[in-house]
């Protein structure tokens, strides 16, 4: 009888620096404590793609933008271009990264959350305002998500499928 493939999970952000690896560990630990689920590195149908995006128990959706740098931070022009696809967006950054730019008006603060993260956990700063989508868009966003999650989740059964996720 042939072996089955164990299941691997896949590396958030494989090909980045490892403090962004390490933050999106965190995070995925500080949702999945608030029972929200999380996927890196998510396409968007704008053909943007979110570090990462989370759905909780009633169906709401968080994206989080990741940020290592300080010129990865101010270099970013795109991140407006995620708010038509959740319903709370994060920024989020390592510990001992400088948060003033956060407290800026073009990283429009009442708009945005912030978390600080390290590999083991994540403190959320300050809370993302809850701005609800549409429902149409939430049925599908929230159908895109699902699948994406199956998609991957097939892919550490037959790796052949892998790419496709």
Do not use: H
């Not at 390490?22 to 053909?47: H, K, M, Y």
């Not at 708010?83 to 945005?112: H, I, N, S």
């Amino acid at each position: 009888m042939a072996s089955v493939p164990s299941l691997q999970p896949q590396l958030c952000f494989a090909d980045a620096p490892p403090a962004a690896q390490d933050v999106a560990r965190g995070i995925t630990r500080l949702f999945f404590n608030q029972d929200s689920f999380a996927l890196c590195e998510v396409p968007l149908p704008n053909g943007r793609r979110a570090d990462m995006m989370a759905i909780d128990g009633k169906g709401f959706i968080t994206i989080v933008e990741i940020k290592v740098s300080r010129a990865d931070l101010m270099g970013d022009q795109k991140w407006c271009d995620y708010l038509g696809y959740c319903d709370r967006f994060y920024w989020a950054v390592p510990a001992g990264f400088e948060l003033a730019p956060f407290e800026t008006e073009a990283f429009q603060p009442d708009v945005c959350g912030l978390i600080v993260a390290d590999r083991y956990d994540a403190a959320v700063l300050r809370e993302a305002p809850m701005r609800q989508l549409a429902a149409a868009r939430r049925k599908a966003e929230t159908l895109r998500f699902a699948r994406r999650a199956a998609r991957r989740l097939i892919g550490g059964l037959d790796p052949a499928l892998a790419s496709f996720a």
